[in-house]
Nanobody, 115 residues
């Protein structure tokens, strides 16, 4: 099982920025599909962004143009740069790694956007 450690959440004002990080254990990070999900109170968990082993990315319509997912295979880390944050971005954010025979989730990090 892959162990994931997330960091970077916090309280930010509308229009501000945060960068989330998720570091994975193990030595085959480069083959993983990496995802960021979020779950707001009373809502279902939703996929925010994904990045494939080759670097191609995908985003939810609600975050396109504001969020950027990236990966550093040398550091076993995936990032989510979040700009122009809105109150509706408030949620617990989770990273997920997927590969044949592996599917692991992080513990989540709280992001609160409020003035």
């Amino acid at each position: 099982q892959v162990q994931l450690v997330e960091s970077g959440g916090g309280l930010v004002q509308p229009g501000g920025s945060l960068r989330l990080s998720c570091t994975a254990s193990g030595s085959i990070f480069s083959i993983y599909i990496l995802d960021w999900y979020r779950q707001a109170p009373g809502k279902q968990r939703e996929l925010v962004a994904s990045i494939a082993p080759g670097g191609s990315t995908g985003y939810a319509d609600s975050v396109k143009g504001r969020f950027t997912i990236s990966r550093d295979n040398a550091k076993n880390t995936v990032y989510l740069q979040m700009n122009s944050l809105r109150p509706e971005d408030t949620a617990v954010y989770y990273c997920r790694v997927r590969a044949p025979g592996r599917d692991s989730w992080g513990q989540g990090t709280q992001v609160t956007v409020s003035s």
